[in-house]
């Protein structure tokens, strides 16, 4: 039998056989004696292959074992805590985000509870609902009447005033907000609207203020209610009526009735623990870092000590909509004078008489609450907590977990806003991350702003604008997500936008769409109140 042969060997030409004999009787070669090179290359070409397939199986090991792990960190079934029974998680959600009681952290826990669970905020226009005036449901972006769009979650700044809530949020709403001690309360308020409450700027400091707050304190004057009662304001109630008791307890009662739970900025951490057991949550969506941390004195300076706590760093919420320092007067040098003695704490309590007996009354009823669930099971739960936040500090923070100056953050996209000379606090994520570890530590640490703006965009994406065959003008968008143009179309396009300057003016004068948007949303729910007055009339 002719053995086989080949013609090509790694690239070479080699003749027919016939041909090779006849010129070279030595290249005459059967199956078993081809030349296919030198034996060092075969031996190179078969580690080259054991190593890529042990470094493919390698890789495949990896994303099977290890990948998931990190991508698990974050509601892990072995660390949300004990079981919390058959109950269903609440979805429905309203927080009133007093100021100054750590309540930007809170907003920040339904912020990532919300986006991870495709629910729907009702937002503001800007970055707060209309205050410091009584809530108005048409300052809810999309808002087109009640029940005419389904919102989960609201929680951002407001002057409280149900009956307006109830036409935005369902039946079924879970409502909830948070007290602070007003002298503390008022030490932050002081720091951080200084220049913008007028009482508070005329003061040489805040002691000088509690003794004599009433020669400061105009009610008539823009941005003092910063300065008095500011926790009664906040709950939608007149904060400059004289106390009584009766009104103090008219007052208690009219929050009890619409709130289901207040959480307590100094008990922070058991706080949480009910709020979880009341929304039936996992321990991972009330684990939070402390946000919009202010510094508590100069880098270098002197001052008291004292170990950190809630109270010590309780969040500072954003006051981009604040008014700004008038006159063109220059922004403060010196931070402000915060102390205060025994005597000046107690004025503070008399001068914010209302606030007092809210906050005593409400911290009465927590630790009401806290006796049902059980002292020891608390103690466990919180524990539980802080480890938990721990563990999450270490995986997601740099710097040992601790907060750092703005202007050290490298990220822009995550650096607290900042206000006067108080130096609000933020953090850096630690690098080296995957991106799901990355995505979910970054929704822990953004800032308020930040955080609203991803959620405005995600929920009211830019319009598209068709186009149409030529010298057809564009046609406008049919619907933003959140249901920005249900029930009718935005007549304006690019070419019919009002030039001029000012606030939502493009780069060449002309109106961005985020501004014409604006103004057509506007538009349509003054509209909406057209109807319903014309409806009453009728009627």
């Known amino acids: 039998m002719k053995p086989l042969q080949s013609h090509f060997t790694f690239g070479r030409k080699f003749p027919p056989s016939g041909q090779t004999a006849a010129r070279n009787p030595r290249r005459m070669c059967g199956l078993g004696c081809y030349r296919p090179g030198p034996l060092w290359l075969w031996k190179a070409l ?29 509601y892990a079934s072995d660390v949300q805590g ?19 009681t750590a309540s930007s952290t809170v907003l920040n826990m339904l912020y990532r509870f919300g986006e991870e669970h495709g629910l729907r905020f009702a937002l503001p226009m800007g970055y707060q609902l209309g205050y410091p005036l009584l809530f108005n449901a048409h300052r809810v972006k999309g808002y087109q009447g009640p029940r005419v769009l389904d919102f989960d979650i609201m929680g951002n700044h407001m002057r409280f005033n149900k009956p307006e809530v109830e036409k935005v949020m369902p039946e079924d709403t879970f409502y909830f907000s948070i007290v602070r001690d007003p002298v503390a309360l008022t030490e932050s308020s002081f720091a951080y609207y200084k220049e913008v409450a007028p009482a508070f700027r005329k003061a040489k ?5 509690a003794d004599n707050p009433r020669q400061y304190y105009d009610p008539r004057l823009r941005n003092n209610h910063y300065a008095r009662n500011l926790l009664w304001f ?15 307890l008219r007052g208690e009662a009219l929050v009890r009735r619409a709130f289901r739970l207040i959480l307590v900025s100094e008990y922070y951490d058991q706080s949480m623990v009910l709020l ?18 202010r510094q508590q004195k100069p880098p270098g300076g002197a001052g008291g000590g004292g170990g950190e706590s809630w109270m010590d760093k309780a969040a500072a919420a954003a006051v981009a909509a604040a008014v700004g320092v008038r006159g063109g007067r220059p922004p403060m040098r010196a931070p402000p004078d915060l102390s205060l003695t025994p005597a000046q704490r107690e004025k503070l309590r008399e001068w914010n008489a209302l606030d007092w007996h809210l906050y005593q009354a409400f911290n009465r009823s927590f630790w009401e609450d806290v006796r049902r669930f059980g002292p020891e099971r608390m103690d466990q ?52 991350l995957d991106n799901g570890t990355t995505e979910a530590c970054l929704r822990l640490i953004r800032p308020e702003i930040q955080y609203k703006d991803v959620l405005d965009a ?23 997500v959140g249901g920005g143009y249900v ?12 030039q001029g300057a000012g606030e939502g003016a493009g780069p060449r004068g002309g109106w961005t769409m985020a501004a014409a948007e604006r103004e057509w949303l506007a538009r349509q729910n003054q509209t909406s109140l057209l109807r319903a007055d014309a409806k009453g009339r009728l009627r």
Request: aromatic share 8%.
């Open 381 to 432: 739960e919180v524990a539980l907590l802080r480890a938990r936040r721990d563990q999450l500090a270490r995986v997601c923070l740099r710097n040992g977990g601790r907060p750092v100056e703005a202007q050290r953050i490298r990220d822009k996209g995550i650096r607290p806003f900042q206000s006067g000379v108080v130096k609000i606090l933020g953090y850096e994520l630690q690098p080296g």
């Open 234 to 248: 906040d709950f939608g109630m007149d904060h400059n009526a004289n106390f009584s008791e009766g009104l103090a």
């Open 276 to 293: 979880r057991h009341a929304l039936c949550w996992p321990l991972d969506a009330v684990v939070s870092f402390s946000l919009n941390a």
């Open 205 to 209: 400091s805040l002691g000088d203020f």
């Open 46 to 74: 078969l580690v080259f292959v054991a190593i890529a397939f042990a470094g493919q199986l390698m890789g495949l090991i990896f994303n099977k074992s290890v990948q998931p792990a990190t991508r698990l960190l974050f």
């Open 458 to 480: 995600k929920q009211f994406p830019r319009p598209q604008f068709v186009k149409g065959p030529p010298g057809q003008r564009p046609r406008g968008p049919a619907m933003a």
């Open 487 to 498: 029930g009718g179309r935005p007549l304006w396009n690019r070419e019919r936008l009002p």
């Open 82 to 100: 004990p079981p919390l029974g058959s109950c269903r998680p609440h979805t429905h959600l309203m927080f009133l985000k007093t100021h100054k």
